[in-house]
C-alpha cells in the first residue's frame, strides 16, 4: 500500500465515518421517502466542504460517466408520479453530494489509513450487529437489522484485499483468520458475503478454471453435503439444505396456490423468482424505456394483491430492475459506467505492475476480485442508496488511484 507524502488537511476520518453512517439503521420515515443518517451527514459535510474554500480544482471524470444514467434513473421515474420523481431526485442529489465529498477531499486523504479504517469500520458494524441480536435471544440469522447486514459483504471484500495487498501477513494469520470469518458468515445467515468469500478465496489460491480448481470446489461441495445431516441448529441447517438444493428451490408457483412456501425453499429464491417471471412479461412490453423507475413494485401490488408482503417486494437486482423500469437505453448506459470504470482502473493498475508496486497476480485479483464482488452483490440486491453508492465508488475509484500515479510521478522528477 502506497503512504502519501503529508497532508496539508486530513480528511481521512470523513470516509470511514460516512461508511458508519451508511449502514446505521438510524431513519425517519415519511410518507415517500426515508431520511437516513447518512442523509444527514453527507449534507452537513458537503456543505462545510464547499462553504470553506479548499485548493482542489480537479475533475472528478468518473461523475461524468455516473450523470447519463442517473438522468435517465429520475427522468423516468416520473411514469410513476411526481412524489416518486421528487423521491428520486433526492436521492440521486444526495448520491452527487457524496461524490463530491470524495472529490473535496481525495487529494487530502492518506489512503493506507483510509483503507484500514474502512476495514475496521465494517468490523465493528458487524460486531454491533452480532451483539444486538445474540442479546435479543437469536444466535443464528443475524439479518433482522437491513441497513447493517451490508456490512458483512464489504468486510468480507477488504479481509480479501487487505491480505493480497500486505504480503508481509503471514500465511497461517491469513488462514485462521479466513476460517473464523466464514464461520460468522455462515451464522450470519447473508448468503451474498458467504458466495463472494468463496469466491475471493478460490480466487486467491487458484489461477484460472483448472482440474484442481474443479477438484476442491468437488471436495468443498461433498464435505458440505456431508455436514448437512450433522448440523445442530435448525436456522444454519436449513440455509446449508437450500444451497445445496439451489436448482430446485424458486416454486413462486406453489407460494400463489397455498400461501405459503415448501420447507426445502426460501422466502428470497421464491421472490426472486417470481419477479424474474413477471420482469419477462414486463421487459418484452417495453423494451426500448422501460416501465418506469420503481413502478414494478407498483404493478405486482396492483396485480397480485392477494400474495404474502415478501412476494411483493422490489426487483433484487440492479441489473434486472434497469433493464426492466429503464429499459435498454438506461440498461446501456449503466453498463457504460461498469465497463468505462473497468478498463480505466486496469490501466492503472497495469502502470503500478509495469514500475514493479504489485505483481501481475495482485494486480488481477485486485481488479477482478473487486469487481466480481461488487458487481455480484448489486446484481442480488434491491435498489437502494447503497447500491448506488457502490457503483458510484466503482465509477470514481479510478481518480484515487490517480492520484498515487501523481504522487510517484512527482517523486521521480525530484
Same mark, same amino acid.
Given at each position: ?25 438510524? !431513519? ?14 453527507? $449534507? ?16 472528478? $471524470? ?63 458494524? $458487524?460486531? %454491533? ?60 445467515? @447473508? !448468503? ?42 435448525? %436456522? ?16 413462486? @408457483? ?66 434486472? !430492475?434497469?433493464?426492466? @423500469? ?30 514493479? $508496486? ?57
Amino acid at each position: 500500500m502506497i503512504t502519501i507524502n503529508k497532508l496539508k488537511k486530513d480528511y481521512t476520518l470523513i470516509i470511514p465515518f460516512l461508511l458508519i453512517a451508511l449502514f446505521s439503521n438510524i !431513519r425517519l420515515d415519511f410518507d415517500f421517502f426515508i431520511i437516513r443518517l447518512f442523509d444527514i451527514l453527507t $449534507i452537513i459535510i458537503f456543505f462545510f466542504l464547499y462553504i470553506k474554500k479548499t485548493d482542489n480544482n480537479e475533475k472528478l $471524470i468518473g461523475l461524468n460517466y455516473l450523470l447519463p444514467f442517473f438522468f435517465i434513473h429520475i427522468l423516468f421515474s416520473y411514469k410513476v408520479g411526481f412524489n416518486n420523481l421528487l423521491k428520486e431526485l433526492i436521492q440521486m442529489i444526495i448520491i452527487i453530494f457524496f461524490i463530491l465529498i470524495l472529490l473535496k477531499v481525495k487529494n487530502n486523504l492518506n489512503l493506507k489509513k483510509t483503507f484500514n479504517y474502512l476495514i475496521v469500520s465494517s468490523g465493528v458494524i $458487524i460486531v %454491533y450487529v452480532i451483539y444486538y441480536h445474540i442479546s435479543n435471544g437469536i444466535f443464528a440469522g443475524w439479518k433482522t437489522l437491513p441497513d447493517t447486514r451490508i456490512a458483512f459483504t464489504i468486510f468480507t471484500i477488504l479481509f480479501f484485499l487487505y491480505f493480497k495487498i500486505n504480503k508481509k501477513e503471514k500465511e497461517i494469520k491469513y488462514f485462521i483468520s479466513s476460517i473464523i470469518l466464514f464461520t460468522i458468515l455462515i451464522y450470519s445467515g @447473508e !448468503r451474498k458475503a458467504q458466495a463472494i468469500f468463496i469466491v475471493l478465496f478460490l480466487l486467491n489460491y487458484f489461477k484460472g478454471i483448472g482440474i484442481r480448481s474443479v477438484i476442491i470446489i468437488f471436495i468443498f461441495y461433498n464435505i458440505t453435503l456431508f455436514s448437512q445431516d450433522h448440523i445442530s441448529n435448525p %436456522y444454519i441447517k436449513h440455509k446449508v439444505e437450500t444451497t445445496l438444493n439451489f436448482f430446485n428451490t424458486g416454486n413462486f @408457483e406453489y407460494v400463489m396456490q397455498t400461501g405459503n412456501i415448501n420447507y426445502e425453499d426460501t422466502y428470497s429464491n421464491v421472490q426472486r423468482a417470481f419477479s424474474l417471471d413477471i420482469s419477462k412479461k414486463l421487459f418484452l412490453e417495453n423494451p426500448i424505456f422501460g416501465i418506469g423507475t420503481n413502478y414494478y413494485v407498483t404493478y405486482v401490488a396492483d396485480n397480485y394483491s392477494y400474495l404474502p408482503s415478501f412476494m411483493k417486494l422490489s426487483i433484487h437486482g440492479e441489473f434486472q !430492475r434497469i433493464l426492466v @423500469e429503464n429499459g435498454l437505453v438506461g440498461f446501456c448506459f449503466y453498463l457504460f459506467i461498469w465497463f468505462k470504470s473497468f478498463f480505466r482502473l486496469k490501466k492503472i493498475m497495469n502502470y503500478f505492475t509495469e514500475i514493479e $508496486i504489485i505483481s501481475q497476480e495482485a494486480k488481477n485479483y485486485i481488479i477482478y476480485g473487486f469487481f466480481l464482488s461488487i458487481m455480484f452483490y448489486v446484481g442480488t440486491e434491491a435498489s437502494s442508496l447503497r447500491s448506488f453508492i457502490l457503483i458510484s465508488v466503482v465509477s470514481i475509484l479510478p481518480e484515487f488511484l490517480n492520484m498515487i500515479k501523481k504522487e510517484i510521478n512527482v517523486k521521480k522528477n525530484l
